[in-house]
C-alpha cells in the first residue's frame, strides 16, 4: 500500500524558514517523480513544485521559484521542500504527490499525502 | 501560469448527469498534454477521478467519465449519488514544465 507521511510544518513568521518532509513507502520510490501541491485556507488546489525521480529535473511554480528548493534522498525515500523567505500568501496546507505516467505531459498525481499545515503568520 | 477555468458551483439531483467543464488556452491543452480529475472531500486529501483525459484508476466508479473537445475538457457524472458531493480539480501538465490546477467545481448533490 502506498503511503505519503508529511511532516514539519508550524507556524513561521514573515521571512522566516521551514523544511518540510515526505516520507514514502509502498512503493519503489526513485523510479517516480514525486511533487508538492499546496491549498490555502479555504481556497482550491496549486502546483508548487516537482522532482523527477533521479533529482535530475527539478520544477518549480512562478510563485514560489527562488524561494523554495525541492529536493529528495532516496536513500531515505523522503522528499523535501525547503521553505524560504516565507509571505502571508504561503499559509496553507502543503501536500506531498506521487506522480505517475509514461511521460511528463501525462503524468498525473495518484497518491497523495495528509497534508502539514504551514502558517506564516507574525 | 492562469488557472484553468471551471464553474464555481454545479448541482443535480439523485440519478441524475452532470457535466463539469475545465477551459484552458492552447498552451495549456496542447496535443500532447492530458488532464487529470481530483475529488476532494472537506479536510481530506485530494483522490485521482480520472487520468490521461479519459482514464479511470481502478477503484474508481464507471459513473465517472472524461472527454476532451478543443480548449475544454470535461468530467461527467452519470447517475448521482449523495458520496459526490465534493469538490472537483481538473489539471493539466502545460509546457513550461509546469502544472496548473482548475480553480475548482463546488458539487452539490440536491
Known amino acids: 500500500e502506498v503511503q505519503l507521511l508529511e511532516s514539519g510544518g508550524g507556524l513561521v513568521q514573515p521571512g522566516g524558514s521551514l523544511r518540510l518532509s515526505c516520507a514514502a513507502s509502498?512503493?519503489?520510490?526513485?523510479?517516480?517523480?514525486m511533487s508538492w501541491v499546496r491549498q490555502a485556507p479555504g481556497k482550491g488546489l496549486e502546483w508548487v513544485s516537482g522532482?523527477?525521480?533521479?533529482?535530475?529535473?527539478?520544477y518549480y511554480a512562478d510563485s514560489v521559484k527562488g524561494r523554495f528548493t525541492i529536493s529528495r534522498d532516496n536513500s531515505k525515500n523522503t522528499l523535501y521542500l525547503q521553505l524560504n523567505s516565507l509571505r502571508d500568501e504561503d499559509t496553507a496546507v502543503y501536500y506531498c504527490?506521487?506522480?505517475?505516467?509514461?511521460?511528463?505531459?501525462?503524468?498525473?498525481?495518484?497518491?497523495w499525502g495528509q497534508g502539514t499545515l504551514v502558517t506564516v503568520s507574525s | 501560469q492562469s488557472a484553468l477555468t471551471q464553474p464555481a458551483s454545479v448541482s443535480g439531483s439523485p440519478g441524475q448527469s452532470i457535466t463539469i467543464s475545465c477551459t484552458g488556452t492552447?498552451?495549456?491543452?496542447?496535443?500532447?498534454?492530458?488532464v487529470s480529475w481530483y475529488q476532494q472531500y472537506p479536510g481530506k486529501a485530494p483522490k485521482v477521478m480520472i487520468y490521461?483525459?479519459?482514464k479511470r484508476p481502478s477503484g474508481v466508479s464507471n459513473r465517472f467519465s472524461g472527454s476532451k473537445s478543443g480548449n475544454t475538457a470535461s468530467l461527467t457524472i452519470s447517475g448521482l449519488q449523495a458520496e459526490d458531493e465534493a469538490d472537483y480539480y481538473c489539471c493539466s501538465y502545460v509546457n513550461s514544465d509546469t502544472w496548473v490546477f482548475g480553480g475548482g467545481t463546488k458539487l452539490t448533490v440536491l
Open positions: 504527490a506521487k506522480f505517475d505516467g509514461a511521460r511528463i505531459q501525462l503524468w498525473s498525481f495518484d497518491y
Open positions: 522532482i523527477s525521480g533521479y533529482s535530475d529535473y527539478t
Open positions: 490521461e483525459g479519459s
Open positions: 492552447s498552451s495549456d491543452f496542447g496535443s500532447n498534454n492530458l
Open positions: 509502498g512503493f519503489t520510490f526513485r523510479n517516480f517523480a
